[in-house]
């Protein structure tokens, strides 16, 4: 089975980490985000995925220099502007040559990590004979989200992007895996920029050819700071089909360190006493003697004593001794 993964993001709410690493290779458990969300497609019967890109692939072909990633063997589509959801996914099929490689493909959020066995979500579509199928997850709050609303049989009634408050009563979202027939590929172009969300999906579900398929699946979308330092966390203590290293060996820390719940990069250094809890150090990252890092994604520098939570702190970041910060971006990409 062949699958196209979106990764052409900017990763915007993720920045500063993301001005160093694109998302899908910020690491899950020292794991990149796009090898375990491979690794579960493997798992359904993947066995080529084409990477649609906004950017230049190196620091994809760096990652995986053999053109494999979990058993998947990648290929690269790179778009010469951002061509949104649907614009990517038309492009990267037809760089692919998937509609040669057989009728039913796969498409993939490129940050999201699922439990999902997609395998499931093919068969139910084919039961359906769908155009397309949407796997739905169940979530509290749908603002974020796509909301979908679906007759008894699973056929999609209403798409709604990012719904304003009281817009839908619905609490099942798009959980950004679909299934298509190459059939739909005549929807999407690829020439010019169009979205999936706000396009497509209405336009198929007008023609009746849309389905969906809930589970209760583990599901994140590990794309905003508060869900990628939580999909790290829960993954050290979740039951999952991934492989958890929380701290890497390379990591030099102190015996007197706290670490609670938290992951540790390649080569990072933690000094005595600092308190690491619930957080995650990237590769390089160094946290000095007596610091306290809480809910935090570090890259780069804090300082001794300085005191850390829910903040990002990039490569470039540098936290003076003694700081005390919350909710912080350092440096600050608005800037
Ligand atoms: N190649 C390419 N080109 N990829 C893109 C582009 C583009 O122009 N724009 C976005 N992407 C990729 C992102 O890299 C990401 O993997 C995926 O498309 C979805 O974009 P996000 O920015 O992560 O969207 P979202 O999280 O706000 O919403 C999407 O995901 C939700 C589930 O997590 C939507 O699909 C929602 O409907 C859905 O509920
Ligand atoms: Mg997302």
Redesign the pocket.
């Known amino acids: 089975m062949h699958a196209v993964?979106?990764?052409?993001?900017?990763?915007?709410?993720l920045r500063p980490l993301t001005f160093e690493i694109p998302?899908?290779l910020l690491p899950v458990c020292n794991i990149p985000l796009l090898e375990r969300l491979m690794t579960s497609l493997a798992h359904g019967g993947v066995t080529h995925a084409v990477l649609?890109?906004?950017f230049k692939p190196e620091p994809f072909l760096k990652a995986f220099p053999n053109n494999r990633c979990a058993d998947v063997e990648l290929s690269y589509?790179v778009?010469d502007r951002?061509?949104?959801?649907s614009?990517?996914i038309g492009?990267?099929a037809r760089e692919a040559k998937i509609y040669e490689r057989g009728k039913t493909f796969i498409v993939a959020?490129?940050?999201?990590l699922t439990d999902l066995d997609v395998a499931k979500l093919v068969l139910f579509h084919h039961s359906v004979k769908a155009e397309g199928t949407i796997h739905l997850t169940p979530v509290a709050d749908p603002s974020?989200?796509?909301?979908v609303e679906t007759d008894a049989t699973g056929k999609v009634l209403r798409f709604v992007?990012?719904p304003k408050s009281g817009e839908t009563m619905s609490r099942h979202?798009?959980?950004?895996t679909y299934i298509f027939e190459t059939s739909a590929l005549e929807r999407m172009p690829g020439t010019a920029?169009l979205s999936?969300?706000r396009e497509t999906f209405p336009e198929m579900v007008r023609d009746g050819v849309l389905y969906a398929f809930a589970s209760d699946d583990y599901w994140i979308?590990a794309?905003?700071p508060d869900t990628y330092v939580r999909s790290n966390i829960e993954l050290l203590s979740r039951k999952s089909i991934y492989q958890v290293t929380p701290i890497a060996t390379t990591a030099k820390v102190d015996a007197t360190a706290i670490i609670t719940q938290s992951t540790i990069g390649a080569n990072c250094v933690v000094g005595e006493n600092a308190q690491i809890v619930r957080s995650v150090l990237i590769d390089g990252a160094k946290v000095d003697a007596n610091a306290v890092v809480i809910d935090s994604a570090v890259m780069g520098h804090v300082g001794a004593f300085a005191q850390v939570t829910s903040c990002l702190i990039g490569a470039q970041g540098e936290i003076n001794s003694g700081a005390v910060l919350r909710d912080a971006k350092v440096p600050d990409p608005a800037c």
């Open positions: 993964v979106l990764v052409g993001g900017f990763g915007t709410r998302k899908p649609a890109l906004g589509a778009e951002p061509l949104d959801t614009g990517a492009f990267a959020n490129g940050d999201i974020q989200y796509g909301v992007e990012k979202v798009n959980g950004g920029p999936i969300e979308d794309g905003r």
